[in-house]
């Protein structure tokens, strides 16, 4: 498996609190991406990032920030956590641009927003 | 905006059935990924595809891009229990950095 590790792998919140997921690679991979996974939705795109400080919304992006300091580190947080963002979040990476390069998905995180 | 549907939603096979998993884009793509998720796993790689009307076969899987590079399937010949999982198609219009997944089949396979 390559080289990328999602802390806390599960988090119980309540709901208005502050969350930050974390997604750390040893892969040097230039793009980086979280999604959420949702039972009849798949998985939706949150934000990506294509660089260090370079950062995209994806389709889902409300209520989500993200930021990237270091190329190893993609941050994830929900500014005030809703029932609605309780979700398995998973972090991806991949060497080249999403679309010409196989992505690796981290193990994921189960955050509960109660 | 773009979106990847795949059906069926849901498969339930006896092991030794085929399977296949169609997947359709509202618009045209550069190019196409299938992944798979075991229960309670993270989404795997399998393949990408480029060409339009392009075939891959990976042992029992045979992965096809349509003609029109708008659609795509996953054949599964003679399933297996370690084929159970999630099937995901992931398409790229080849705009942006990022791919749109489709909404995935869920397979199982009963002996």
Redesign the interface.
Known sequence: DAGITQSPRHKVTETGTPVTLRCHQTENHR?M?W?RQDP??????IH?S?GVKDT?K??VSDGYSVSRSKTEDFLLTLESATSSQTSVY?C?ISEG????A???????TRLTVV | GQQVMQIPQYQHVQEGEDFTTYCNSSTTLSNIQWYKQRPGGHPVFLIQLVKSGEVKKQKRLTFQFGEAKKNSSLHITATQTTDVGTYFCAGDTGTASKLTFGTGTRLQVTL
Do not use: C, M, P, T
Not at chain 1, 40 to 45: D, E, F, I, P, V
Not at chain 1, 97 to 100: E, I, V
């Open positions: 793009y991406y999604y009849g939705h798949g998985l939706r795109l990506y294509y995209d994806g389709e998973f991806a641009r999403q679309g010409n196989e992505a690796f998905f981290g193990q994921g």
